[in-house]
């Protein structure tokens, strides 16, 4: 069981469009959640990026989370994150809005552009301009938090130049005051934006150290741009890293061949090693301002990596 002393704190993060089915899926965030990570958050995807079918098939991010919301009790749960491209905001509100009253106020919302052209055409999903699906992002996290922070007995309107809501009731409300929004990315301009005017967390998705800092940095700088008060509205800054842990250097080998990764890779923008190389590795990041790391564990079926790591690595971290 997880002990946190330190500022730096755990999610299990999976990818379950490679190939999981939900009893996977509760599987492992049910071991999560015994073992004391923080969260248990998963991806958007409805199409694998490598070779193979990703056998049995998607799973669609939120039933998912809505089955976990009812079979856990203590973890927290998110996308990381959900594609601005595959729902509408008025009832994508309503969708997590309602999961987090499933969980007893326990979700976290993680949103995004979209990026993986492949899965929009395999499914029919309108895909349209980098730009535009940026332009998209904004006006729904705009409508989203709009929605959700409406008071009760009042009604909300938005005229965007994608969306229009009209009088809305803006139901149900979530059991949070207001779910954690994430948004996330190594962009230099557009996302430090909407995370300073949106976010409660920011996070850089599987960068090496010294990107990370410079991104964590652009941030904060475009916070103060925009005039937000950090005291008054803190913004966790996390990363997300791709985690290969192993006892020693050949089970480390054995881990990184099973996921298709080589080990050098892993060692830069990643994090992989013994438990006391994680340890170093995470203190690295914490130094360039991380208070909050996304596991990302490929092979779902490893569980005793998810165990190693909480016995062995998370009562050492900073």
Same mark, same amino acid.
């Given at each position: 069981?997880?002990q946190?002393?330190?500022?730096?704190?755990?999610?299990?993060?999976?990818e379950?469009?490679?190939?999981?089915?939900?009893?996977?899926?509760?599987?492992?965030?049910?071991?999560a959640?015994a073992?004391?990570?923080?969260?248990?958050?998963?991806?958007?995807h409805?199409?694998? /990026?490598?070779?193979?079918?990703g056998?049995?098939?998607?799973?669609?991010?939120?039933?998912?989370?809505a089955?976990?919301?009812?079979?856990t009790?203590?973890?927290?749960?998110?996308?990381?994150?959900?594609?601005?491209?595959?729902?509408?905001?008025?009832?994508?509100?309503?969708?997590?809005?309602?999961?987090?009253?499933?969980?007893g106020?326990r979700?976290e919302?993680g949103?995004?552009?979209?990026?993986?052209?492949?899965?929009h055409e395999?499914?029919?999903?309108?895909?349209?301009?980098?730009?535009?699906r940026?332009?998209?992002?904004?006006?729904?996290?705009?409508?989203?938090?709009g929605?959700w922070?409406t008071?009760?007995?009042?009604?909300y309107?938005?005229?965007?130049?994608?969306?229009?809501?009209v009088?809305?009731?803006?139901?149900?409300?979530?059991?949070?005051?207001?779910?954690?929004?994430?948004?996330?990315?190594?962009?230099?301009?557009?996302t430090p /934006?909407?995370?300073?005017?949106f976010a409660?967390?920011?996070?850089?998705?599987f960068?090496?150290?010294?990107?990370?800092?410079?991104?964590?940095?652009?941030?904060?700088?475009?916070?103060a741009?925009?005039?937000?008060?950090l005291?008054?509205?803190?913004?966790?800054?996390?990363?997300?890293?791709?985690?290969?842990?192993?006892?020693?250097?050949?089970?480390?080998?054995?881990?990184?061949e099973?996921?298709?990764r080589?080990?050098?890779?892993?060692?830069?923008?990643?994090?992989?090693?013994?438990?006391?190389e994680?340890?170093?590795?995470?203190g690295?990041?914490?130094?360039?301002?991380?208070?909050?790391?996304?596991?990302q564990?490929l092979? /779902?079926?490893?569980?005793?990596q998810?165990?190693?790591?909480?016995?062995?690595?998370?009562?050492?971290?900073?």
């Amino acid at each position: 069981m997880i002990q946190y002393g330190g500022l730096v704190r755990l999610t299990v993060f999976v990818e379950p469009q490679f190939g999981a089915s939900y009893d996977d899926q509760l599987r492992i965030a049910r071991l999560a959640e015994a073992c004391g990570y923080e969260g248990f958050f998963r991806s958007d995807h409805f199409l694998t /990026m490598s070779e193979g079918e990703g056998l049995p098939g998607p799973t669609d991010s939120w039933a998912t989370l809505a089955g976990l919301a009812v079979q856990t009790e203590r973890i927290r749960l998110g996308t990381m994150v959900t594609s601005a491209t595959f729902r509408l905001p008025g009832p994508l509100a309503i969708t997590v809005a309602q999961v987090d009253a499933m969980s007893g106020g326990r979700v976290e919302f993680g949103l995004g552009a979209g990026w993986f052209r492949a899965e929009h055409e395999a499914y029919g999903i309108p895909f349209p301009s980098t730009r535009e699906r940026f332009d998209r992002l904004a006006e729904q996290l705009e409508i989203i938090t709009g929605l959700w922070a409406t008071p009760a007995g009042k009604r909300y309107s938005y005229q965007g130049r994608h969306y229009r809501i009209v009088d809305s009731p803006a139901l149900p409300k979530p059991v949070q005051e207001r779910p954690t929004v994430i948004v996330g990315g190594t962009g230099p301009r557009r996302t430090p /934006m909407l995370a300073a005017r949106f976010a409660d967390e920011y996070n850089v998705p599987f960068a090496p150290v010294s990107e990370t800092a410079a991104c964590f940095q652009g941030v904060l700088a475009e916070c103060a741009a925009q005039g937000r008060d950090l005291a008054a509205r803190p913004l966790v800054l996390s990363a997300a890293q791709t985690v290969c842990c192993g006892r020693n250097d050949e089970e480390v080998r054995r881990r990184a061949e099973r996921i298709g990764r080589p080990v050098a890779k892993l060692r830069e923008s990643g994090l992989c090693g013994t438990p006391g190389e994680i340890v170093a590795k995470v203190g690295e990041l914490a130094e360039a301002g991380a208070t909050r790391l996304h596991l990302q564990v490929l092979d /779902m079926s490893d569980l005793d990596q998810v165990e190693l790591i909480a016995a062995e690595v998370a009562p050492q971290l900073p």
